[in-house]
């Protein structure tokens, strides 16, 4: 490690993020010991899958929001097909609700699992990354990805393949599995179940850098389960909306730096949504027994601290994974695999829990269901203002490391979050100026 002394006075530039999805640089400028300039800048090409929504049939959207993102699709498929039906007055009957949430279940694992062990670890272990870990670490790895492989399998099975899954729509989904089909699924969950606990107990004991952030918390609340596909958008600071006001209380606003809307709450600005923001805002509603286990490993919530986001994202791979095998030992296939659907012209929203926090969706339609409007929000999009605070909070306590290391350091601030920045750089609008 160098021996630079420490300074007041430095800036750090990092020009492209290692271990995200997409393309992203930081930008810090400090001078006299505070961050006068913080930049978290996202410069993924805009992707305009707002605008080339419009036009397009009501059946198309789940296919071509899926598109957003390889890694959480089922969360756009999901939120897009929840607005249409709400647009289209239809309600999907409970056995299909139920096999959306085992589908959201098969991401979250997959999604977390990823996270957790590819991306995030080898900064708190020391290490460049995930393969260089494996060298010392070999068994944990190996694990984490038969554990990452059983959620692939759910949304493999339900969604048609595991990646850009085909068999969602709106309504429901174009056939649904047999029994034999799923229980082949649950054994896979079940054996992989104890890593998925060790897991748990392995993060928790990590060593956190200190960080104490005042955090406005949003998710998804549901009254009587853990919230995934439906709920009313909730703060940890008292807001309680139902998702269709979802726009008179956020707003996206465009910066300089940044090919990436970013969110803020109308009122108080930056706000919080992802794995430790759901768990503040219901842990009241998770099992016992996973409070237990957060007591045993010394978690507890309210937490306020990002970097621990790896202990709330393993405690939420154990619901996933645990309530996954709950839908699967009790299913008995539907008698249909989607409710009818008639188009008109309407307005709905849509809004889901993706891995990293919440999706939100709406559309406008004409009679015949072709999409004449669309507003989608990623969650990568609604944190980056949070990310940017985290880092003026945090960069001063890091003033001692040289240079290299506290750029490390910051990155990984950045990499508690798990952003897609690919999802966030989508642009709200789209102007042509042709001859």
């Known amino acids: 490690m160098s021996t630079k002394p420490k300074t007041q006075s430095r800036i750090i530039d990092v020009h492209g993020l290692a271990r995200v999805e997409g393309e992203g640089a930081l930008y810090l400028k400090i001078d006299g010991g505070k961050v006068t300039e913080c930049k978290f800048k996202i410069f993924e090409p805009p992707r305009y899958f707002e605008a080339f929504l419009r036009g397009r049939s009501y059946r198309e959207v789940p296919d071509i929001t899926a598109r957003i993102c390889g890694i959480c699709p089922v969360a756009y498929q999901m939120s897009s097909a929840h607005a249409l039906e709400m647009a289209f007055g239809a309600t999907v009957d409970e056995p299909l609700r139920t096999l959306r949430r085992l589908l959201y279940c098969g991401e979250w694992i997959e999604s977390h699992v990823l996270h957790i062990f590819l991306l995030h670890l080898p900064d708190f272990l020391g290490y460049e990354s995930a393969i260089t870990m494996a060298g010392d670490h070999r068994e944990t790895v190996t694990k984490a990805l038969q554990l990452k492989k059983a959620g692939n399998e759910i949304v493999n099975v339900l969604g048609g393949r595991e990646v850009h899954p085909i068999n969602a729509r709106v309504g429901g989904f174009y056939r649904v599995p047999t029994k034999a089909e799923l229980e082949a699924v649950g054994e896979r969950l079940k054996a992989n179940r104890p890593f998925a606990v060790d897991a748990c107990k392995l993060l928790g ?193 890091v003033l001692d490391l040289d240079e290299e290391q506290m750029t490390i350091r910051c990155e990984q601030l950045i990499r508690n979050y798990d952003p897609c920045i690919s999802c966030s750089a989508h642009f709200l609008k789209l102007t042509l100026d042709r001859d």
């Open 205 to 397: 004991g990590l060593d956190f850098p200190d960080l104490e952030v005042d955090y406005d918390s949003v998710a998804l609340r549901h009254p009587d389960e853990i919230a995934l596909n439906e709920g009313q958008v909730v703060t940890s600071r008292g807001l309680e909306v139902p998702i269709q006001h979802f726009l008179d209380h956020f707003e996206e606003v465009h910066v300089e730096h940044s090919n990436a809307l970013r969110g803020r709450l109308k009122r108080t600005g930056a706000y919080l949504v992802g794995p430790l923001a759901r768990l503040n805002i219901n842990w009241d509603l998770y099992p016992q027994y996973i409070k237990d286990l957060a007591e045993e490993i010394g978690f507890t919530i309210p937490c306020n601290n990002q970097f621990k986001s790896i202990v709330a994202r393993a405690l939420e791979t154990l619901y996933a994974l645990d309530h996954a095998i709950e839908i699967i030992d009790r299913y008995e296939r539907p008698d249909k695999p989607a409710v009818e659907i008639t188009p008109q012209a309407s307005e709905g929203h849509g809004c889901t829990e993706a891995p990293r926090g919440i999706l939100y969706h709406r559309y406008r339609t004409d009679d015949d269901g072709l999409v004449t409007d669309a507003v989608i929000c990623p969650p990568t999009a609604q944190n980056q203002l949070q990310i940017e605070a985290d880092l003026a909070a945090f960069a001063p306590s």
